[in-house]
């Protein structure tokens, strides 16, 4: 059975246990004559549907996440004793040809009586794994179900069972994003380790050129690379610096506008278009700012009589200020909305107009939730790639002037990892370290943004 088929039907079958254990508990008060039911009927169903859907999808997601890797091995033990030890590239390489002659793909070689038998014999575990896992899954569901339903009680506290499971579940998932992101952090965190141990930090986080081409030979020019990161610093704050002088007046006068002066029809109408803005993909706005927004800019400073170039830190500046609008129009328009409605009444009461209002306390009273908004834009803005690669280039140049080419951390990131690369090299890992200094910039922002939030939220409360 097709793996949504079998999601379906155990949908199915939790469907009917939530409707057979909620009946099952009012048959069952009625007929004891006992003291009314503990728990709201609801509950006693929620708890039938756990134990049939829960176990099973639990056993389903295991059998799923281990079958192939069992398939694999059963295959490898059944190879002639000559296939089994070769390298374990090599030896990955004909399990890979055998997993595509069962389902029919493209080989890498001719296929042989051996890997063909092999291929048989992968097709016929495949199959039988797959019925195994529906039978079990269905029984699972089945006996889980029949299982809770003997629990039902009048004095069973069902409604506690269904809180504990849900609460449980709860602390799964935050412990699951939780070790994910630890997973991540020291995944780039040993690597960038193995980068220190080639490059100090000194030369990395203060150099000032980034040529991370390492020659093949010794005696070659450039052999040990250099790995300054000054310029990548420098470009990234650069394109960042332009995209909030654009989004930041333009998002909180948007804001202002919407949350102020706009009428309720407007608003409702508005507010989305604006933030259709923060769905568009960003490879879109990189076509945007290489094929409209660079050409204007060069082509205007040519009239001026300025050398621009033909991907410069303005274009991709621009076009990202454009991106991040809608973050800081929302973030600024949802403080403002905050701020307490007497705070406006008294500051008419004693004559203010409404401009006056808004620049002397609705401003100062939101100002701590804007620049926490604020910060949280500037962390979007560091973080963003295909609009510097398509607009602002990939070269490393140390300057000050928006109308030349520069690139950011991100870039070199994609840059060094792309293609086949060894792992081993200064100039592969060059990539991790870019990558933890980059998260911890992000991270220091977007703590300083969520402490100056929580600091001040209350003040005007």
């Known amino acids: 059975?097709?793996?949504?088929?079998?999601?379906?039907?155990?949908?199915?079958?939790?469907?009917?246990?939530?409707?057979?254990?909620?009946?099952?508990?009012?048959?069952?008060?009625?007929?004891?004559?006992?003291?009314?039911?503990?728990?709201?009927?609801?509950?006693?169903?929620?708890?039938?549907?756990?134990?049939?859907?829960?176990?099973?999808?639990?056993?389903?997601?295991?059998?799923?996440?281990?079958?192939?890797?069992?398939?694999?091995?059963?295959?490898?033990d059944d190879l002639p004793r000559e296939i089994r030890e070769l390298p374990a590239e090599r030896l990955g390489l004909v399990v890979n040809d055998i997993r595509n002659q069962a389902e029919g793909a493209i080989v890498s070689r001719e296929v042989s009586p051996e890997i063909q038998a092999a291929a048989d014999q992968y097709s016929r575990l495949k199959t039988t794994s797959r019925m195994a896992m529906t039978v079990l899954v269905l029984c699972l569901g089945i006996g889980g179900g029949?299982?809770?339903?003997?629990?039902?009680?009048?004095?069973?506290?069902?409604?506690?069972?269904?809180?504990?499971?849900?609460?449980?579940?709860?602390?799964?998932?935050?412990?699951?994003?939780?070790?994910?992101?630890?997973?991540i952090v020291l995944s780039v965190l040993f690597e960038a380790i193995r980068f220190f141990e080639k490059i100090p930090i000194p030369g990395f986080l203060f150099g000032l050129e980034w040529s991370p081409q390492t020659a093949i030979r010794e005696d070659q020019v450039g052999s040990t690379g250099a790995f300054g990161a000054v310029p990548l610093f420098a470009g990234t704050?650069?394109?960042?610096?332009?995209?909030?002088?654009?989004?930041?007046?333009?998002?909180?006068?948007?804001?202002?506008?919407?949350s102020e002066y706009a009428g309720p029809r407007l608003r409702a109408s508005a507010k989305p278009v604006l933030e259709i803005l923060a769905g568009i993909p960003t490879v879109v706005y990189g076509f945007f700012a290489a094929l409209t927004v660079a050409p204007i800019i060069r082509d205007g400073g040519g009239l001026l009589g300025l050398d621009v170039s033909s991907?410069?830190?303005?274009?991709?500046?621009?076009?990202?200020?454009?991106?991040?609008?809608?973050?800081?129009?929302?973030?600024?328009?949802?403080?403002?909305?905050?701020?307490?409605?007497?705070?406006?009444?008294a500051?008419?009461?004693?004559?203010?107009?409404?401009?006056?209002?808004?620049r002397q306390v609705i401003?100062?009273?939101?100002?701590?939730?804007?620049?926490?908004?604020v910060l949280l834009a500037v962390s979007r803005a560091i973080g963003e790639t295909m609009i510097v690669v398509m607009a602002a280039g990939l070269?490393?140049?140390?300057?000050?002037?928006?109308?030349?080419?520069?690139?950011?951390v991100t870039v070199q990131i994609v840059t060094?990892?792309?293609?086949?690369?060894?792992?081993?090299?200064?100039?592969?890992?060059?990539?991790?370290?870019?990558g933890l200094t980059l998260f911890l910039v992000t991270l220091v922002l977007n703590v300083i943004a969520l402490h100056i939030v929580r600091k001040y939220r209350e003040q005007y409360d």
């Not at 134990?51 to 639990?58: E, I, M």
């Not at 299982?147 to 609460?167: D, K």
């Open 146 to 183: 029949i299982l809770a339903s003997r629990f039902i009680a009048p004095q069973f506290r069902a409604r506690n069972a269904v809180e504990s499971v849900i609460r449980a579940l709860l602390i799964l998932c935050s412990s699951i994003a939780i070790l994910t992101t630890i997973g």
């Open 1 to 76: 059975m097709a793996l949504y088929l079998i999601i379906l039907v155990l949908l199915a079958f939790t469907a009917f246990a939530y409707n057979y254990g909620r009946k099952r508990a009012l048959a069952v008060a009625g007929t004891e004559r006992k003291s009314r039911l503990h728990s709201l009927p609801h509950y006693y169903g929620a708890w039938t549907a756990i134990w049939c859907s829960l176990p099973a999808l639990l056993v389903l997601g295991l059998w799923l996440a281990t079958q192939n890797t069992v398939i694999t091995q059963f295959i490898i």
């Open 363 to 373: 401003l100062p009273a939101a100002l701590p939730g804007i620049a926490g908004g």
């Open 347 to 358: 500051s008419y009461g004693i004559g203010a107009t409404q401009s006056e209002t808004i």
């Open 237 to 258: 704050l650069l394109i960042s610096f332009i995209a909030m002088v654009v989004a930041v007046p333009i998002g909180l006068m948007s804001a202002i506008y919407l």
């Open 395 to 408: 070269a490393a140049n140390l300057t000050p002037n928006p109308l030349e080419s520069v690139t950011t």
């Open 416 to 434: 060094l990892l792309v293609g086949d690369q060894e792992f081993d090299s200064a100039k592969t890992l060059a990539a991790f370290a870019l």
């Open 311 to 345: 991907e410069s830190a303005l274009a991709a500046g621009l076009v990202m200020g454009i991106m991040i609008i809608p973050f800081v129009s929302s973030l600024s328009d949802d403080v403002i909305n905050a701020v307490p409605q007497s705070l406006r009444d």
